[in-house]
């Protein structure tokens, strides 16, 4: 996992045009408007996101048009993926541990 693609995200205003894009391509223009912030900016957050290879632009008459990039997204669920397994893992063990308990109380309860 890259650090770049994750460096890239912490910003909040690439966060909000990689939102934006998960609708649907759009132009700088039109990612400005949403955003109501300057096309300079703009086009400096998705150069920033371009490096990282989680957008792409296309030609498309006199614009150009992003939208996002899959690979970067997929690697991201991946490693995600493994923490999950992690938690899951240990929730699985709490929860036996718990349950065993659990019984030991009802078994010394029994007793009495």
Excluded: N
């Excluded at 703009?42 to 899959?70: F, M, T």
């Amino acid at each position: 996992m890259q650090s770049t693609v994750f460096e890239a995200l912490a910003e909040p205003s690439r966060l909000k045009i990689v939102e934006l894009l998960r609708a649907g391509p759009l132009s700088v223009g039109e990612i400005a408007e949403a955003l109501e912030i300057r096309q300079p900016q703009v086009s400096k957050h998705l150069r920033v996101l371009g490096d990282s290879g989680i957008v792409a632009g296309q030609p498309v008459a006199r614009r150009r048009i992003y939208h996002l990039e899959a690979a970067p997204f997929e690697e991201i669920g991946r490693w995600a993926e493994s923490f999950a397994q992690l938690w899951e893992t240990r929730l699985d063990s709490l929860g036996r541990y718990l349950e065993s308990i659990a019984e030991g109380t009802e078994d010394r309860a029994d007793d009495d």
